[in-house]
């Protein structure tokens, strides 16, 4: 998406890049209060629409939010941005903040969220980790517990993530894999993790404190096609490193192998055959589960 043309989703109308501003006294800026999607368009079909959907309004109702929107007014908003922007494949980002407020917490004081659309085009890992493989770590900054803000919910606050992602730079890997306080694997920075041993495919439950993934359900979705046994099951990061497999999943990331993790090499050290066909088999779906918006 070219700057010139680009046009921003702000709270009703289409606007550039520099009409598309909020107030610093918004609470998303002030305080992280608020929420968010990241969505992808491939070919003219936004994958699983309705499932990022479902899950905005959900972590709305969680933070007693109310988007000023009905649920298809919100699937209409997207649509006419990615229109407007003729983005056919590419990245969505849906910002609901709080909105405009006074420096105190209480979102009491915000009569209006904010509701922002941004067509963009996609920050993938280059496309050569997907044929040979990342190296990742874990890294000292522990998921946080679902008593806290839960996981699930996909806040503007995302200063757990940023510090994972921080350390994972720090470790010379694009992306870490974290633990909760009982050293049970979570997931990435910004993905969900699986991990394959003998011929059976394993990913934590996300009561653990893992963000309940739309691509993790694609893939979950996909091992049952395929007769691969998936069980969500408590694992270390000892059962990672004596894995057969492991990949990532998310929005961005799509379902990238990984070969190493905290220096260990995970099976023969190379991506493996189940997360190669789940790879490919991802590929094709996404032109087919969601909705068409260019035909
Ligand atoms: N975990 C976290 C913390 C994330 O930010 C994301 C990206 N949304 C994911 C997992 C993957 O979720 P999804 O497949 O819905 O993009």
């Not at 298809?72 to 494949?89: F, G, P």
């Not at 189940?274 to 094709?284: C, G, P, V």
């Amino acid at each position: 998406v070219k700057s010139p043309e680009r046009k921003i989703y702000l709270n009703g109308r289409l606007v550039s890049k520099e009409q598309a501003v909020v107030s610093v006294f918004d609470h998303g800026f002030l305080y992280g209060d608020g929420i968010f999607e990241g969505i992808r368009i491939y070919d003219g079909v936004i994958f699983r629409l309705d499932e990022h959907l479902v899950r905005l309004y959900e972590s709305a109702k969680s933070i007693l939010l109310t988007i000023p929107l009905e649920y298809e007014e919100m699937a209409d908003a997207i649509i006419e941005t990615v229109r407007a922007n003729q983005l056919e494949s590419g990245y969505i980002r849906v910002v609901i903040s709080r909105g405009d407020g006074d420096l105190g917490l209480d979102p009491r004081n915000c009569p209006r969220a904010n509701v922002i659309v941004i067509a963009d085009v996609v920050r993938l890992f280059p496309e050569e980790f997907y044929e040979n493989g990342l190296r990742i770590v874990t890294v000292p900054t522990q998921r946080n517990s679902p008593a806290s803000m839960n996981p699930q919910v996909k806040s503007l606050n995302y200063l757990n993530s940023v510090m994972v992602k921080l350390e994972a730079a720090r470790a010379g890997a694009l992306e870490a894999l974290t633990v909760n306080s009982q050293g049970y694997v979570c997931e990435g920075s910004g993905d969900n993790v699986f991990i394959v041993k003998r011929g059976k495919v394993y990913t934590p439950p996300t009561y653990l404190g893992a963000l309940d993934g739309i691509t993790r359900h694609a893939i979950m979705d996909l091992c049952e096609e395929m007769g691969l046994p998936l069980t969500e099951t408590p694992f270390t990061r000892h059962d990672v490193y004596v894995a057969d497999e492991c990949f990532l999943t998310g929005t961005a990331a799509e379902v990238i192998p990984v070969i190493e993790v905290d220096g260990r090499e995970i099976g023969s050290g190379q991506p493996g055959p189940i997360t190669q066909q789940l790879l490919s088999e991802f590929r094709k779906i996404v032109r087919q589960q969601g909705r068409r918006v260019f035909s």
